[in-house]
Antibody, heavy 122, light 107 residues
Framework: EMQLLESGGGLVQPGGSLRLSCAASGFTFNTYAMNWVRQAPGKGLEWVSIVDSSGDGTKYADSVKGRFTISRDNSKNRLYLQMNRLRADDTALYYC???????????????WGQGTLVTVSS | DIQMTQSPSSLSASVGDRVTITCRASQSISSYLNWYQQKPGKAPNLLIHAASSLQSGVPSRFRGSGSGTDFTLTISSLQPEDLALYSCQQTYSLPPTFGGGTKVEIK
């Protein structure tokens, strides 16, 4: 059974950093691109970033470009999101999300984790 | 960025009713349109991809249609388990963007 399990969320002060992690199982991790998608409380979904199956190619939303870094470790079946210079408007539930193909153009998500909550507040 | 506008933002319907949700793109996106269902407290689930292709395992009462800028998600006979937030997503260009969502409630 396919599973995506996020961790690393929590309360952080503005300007601080967090590293999210996602453990994947039940599928061939190194053949699919992976995404982070977030949802602020009571709001709609917002795509954050994508990394291709090899980890060489990445794309970011303008709202996080230069502050967030997506990466993956295919030997450990893990996806990461390093978040720096966090702001109040980064507060959201962050979902680890599997693409349906392998490149950074594969924006269709066919499986989602349950999410990890990031709260940025003083 | 391509803006995705959904309507209505919420609706209430009875079990067995036909429900229609619309999604409009700010520019043509061909058929690069997905629909997701998000039940309360749960992660989203892909219902429809490429505007009209039913994802494996999704009940046949869900149907997607449209191309260009105007798209529709239809639930042919609403069921109690269809209580959810429904969101469209364009995958035509970076960044992929979502509509604001339509909350479906059961009368």
């Amino acid at each position: 059974e396919m599973q995506l399990l996020e961790s690393g969320g929590g309360l952080v002060q503005p300007g601080g950093s967090l590293r999210l992690s996602c453990a994947a199982s039940g599928f061939t991790f190194n053949t699919y691109a992976m995404n982070w998608v977030r949802q602020a409380p009571g709001k709609g979904l917002e795509w954050v970033s994508i990394v291709d199956s090899s980890g060489d190619g990445t794309k970011y939303a303008d709202s996080v470009k230069g502050r967030f870094t997506i990466s993956r470790d295919n030997s450990k079946n893990r996806l990461y999101l390093q978040m720096n210079r966090l702001r109040a408007d980064d507060t959201a539930l962050y979902y680890c999300a599997k693409s349906d193909c392998d490149s950074t153009g594969c924006y269709t998500v066919d499986y989602w984790g349950q999410g990890t909550l990031v709260t940025v507040s003083s | 960025d391509i803006q995705m506008t959904q309507s209505p933002s919420s609706l209430s319907a009875s079990v067995g009713d036909r429900v229609t949700i619309t999604c409009r793109a700010s520019q043509s996106i061909s058929s690069y349109l997905n629909w997701y269902q998000q039940k309360p407290g749960k992660a989203p689930n892909l219902l429809i991809h490429a505007a009209s292709s039913l994802q494996s395992g999704v009940p046949s009462r869900f149907r997607g249609s449209g191309s260009g800028t105007d798209f529709t998600l239809t639930i042919s006979s609403l069921q109690p388990e269809d209580l959810a937030l429904y969101s469209c997503q364009q995958t035509y260009s970076l960044p992929p963007t979502f509509g604001g969502g339509t909350k479906v409630e059961i009368k």
